[in-house]
């Protein structure tokens, strides 16, 4: 266990993207339930993947908002993200 975090959960986020011509979706931004807003900076990687740590399948993302990296799931319709939960709350 990585010292402060209990475990993770998949918490589904709003999301808001671009979606192409050819079907092609890019997350631009993630939006919490809180009202808090960070914009992607970066998309690092894109390909299908399934999340190991709270499981779902889908198109995983590895992006950067400021200097953090992280995971953004797509499992059409809906997004996800691999939610920390600290000291037994979330």
């Not at 960070?38 to 709270?54: G, M, N, P, T, Y």
């Amino acid at each position: 266990m990585v010292r402060g975090i209990s475990y993770r959960v998949k918490k589904y986020i709003d999301v808001i993207a671009e979606h192409d011509s050819n079907g092609e979706v890019m997350p631009l931004a993630n939006l919490w339930e809180d009202g808090r807003r960070f914009e992607i900076d970066r998309v690092l990687d894109k390909r299908q993947a399934a999340s190991l740590k709270v499981g779902g399948n889908g198109t995983r993302f590895r992006i950067r908002i400021g200097e953090q990296e992280t995971f953004l799931y797509f499992e059409n319709p809906r997004w996800f993200v691999e939610a920390i939960v600290r000291d037994g709350s979330e």
